[in-house]
Nanobody, 119 residues
Framework: QLVESGGGSVQAGGSLRPSCAFSGYTYMSYFMGWFRQAPGQEREGVAALYSGSGSRYYADSVKGRFTISQDNANKLDLQMNSLKPEDTAVYYC????????????????WGQGTQVTVS
């Protein structure tokens, strides 16, 4: 089970830190990631992390602004700085990918999403 929290509304230039709590899931040797979906658009990969090595992957649109981290065995965070209106979307935590860290179809497990609105 994956449960997101920490979304919200913020002005452009501000910061948010969504968090994902996961349980009943063996995260080692798999990618875990954050995705987003804006109205009328396809879901896209934002950031991913491979627990085994700590390697991180980012979409070009968020590089230098977002940071994915795993602070403990059951929590995955996304620090979002310098937010822009185009970052507005529902953000999803996902796990269980084995090959392509930023491709949604490669992931098996999904949270319910948390809304992020930047004005």
């Amino acid at each position: 089970q994956l449960v997101e929290s920490g979304g919200g509304s913020v002005q452009a230039g501000g910061s948010l830190r969504p968090s994902c709590a996961f349980s009943g899931y063996t995260y080692m040797s798999y990618f875990m990631g954050w995705f987003r979906q804006a109205p009328g658009q396809e879901r896209e990969g934002v950031a991913a992390l491979y627990s085994g090595s700590g390697s991180r992957y980012y979409a070009d649109s968020v590089k230098g602004r977002f940071t994915i981290s795993q602070d403990n065995a059951n929590k995955l965070d996304l620090q979002m700085n310098s937010l822009k209106p185009e970052d507005t979307a529902v953000y999803y935590c996902a796990g269980g990918a084995s090959r392509l860290p930023l491709r949604p179809s490669d992931y098996k497990y999904w949270g319910q999403g948390t809304q992020v609105t930047v004005s």
